[in-house]
């Protein structure tokens, strides 16, 4: 039995705090999101605890009646608890180095760590077919895990909403983008 899991980056949001809420566009996107996964079959959702997560994956959790489960393991990564003006200089390095750690903050190694638990433990769950959704760049770092040459420029790439479909073929993980830059609505 091949099993899978749909990873997805939430929709469009006001911010990045963890109350933030999905702007007018990002609403629209979730739920042209539950039309795009209408013809996949889902046996579970589980989310990161942001709110803009949770409300990316309502409208499908309403249409399929799954409830949503929530696994702080799924928050997005902490760069640092300082400000950063040059946080994307810095975040580009720990792609580089995913030891490298700033005030605060975790590691690429520690946040890739984290999300893999959730993935390891999906896969051998009893459960077919799961649906996570995430954030950008932890979700980046899973990816990596996986696929090697996934680094920051993969990063820049992610659209919001972005999907992957993870296929466990016996002990190899297979990835493909699903979702389609032209998919987002304007």
Known sequence: ?????????????????????????GEKQAEFLAEFFSDKKID?????PFLRAIQSVEPLSRKTNIK???DD????RILSTTDLPDWYEKLKETFNDE???????????EAMNRIVSVVDEVFKSETESTLIVTHGNIMSLLLKNFKSEFGFGCWKSL???DVFQ??????EVIIERIWKEQMNIK
């Open 159 to 161: 659209s919001n909403p």
């Open 1 to 25: 039995m091949t099993k899978k899991m749909y990873v997805v980056r939430h929709c469009e949001a006001r911010g990045q705090a963890a109350e933030a809420q999905l702007t007018e566009q």
């Open 68 to 70: 949503i489960e929530i």
């Open 99 to 109: 030891e490298l750690k700033f005030e605060g903050g975790e590691s690429s190694l």
């Open 73 to 76: 393991r799924l928050s997005e």
């Open 44 to 48: 579970r959702i589980v989310s990161s």
């Open 166 to 171: 993870l296929s466990l073929i016996g002990n």
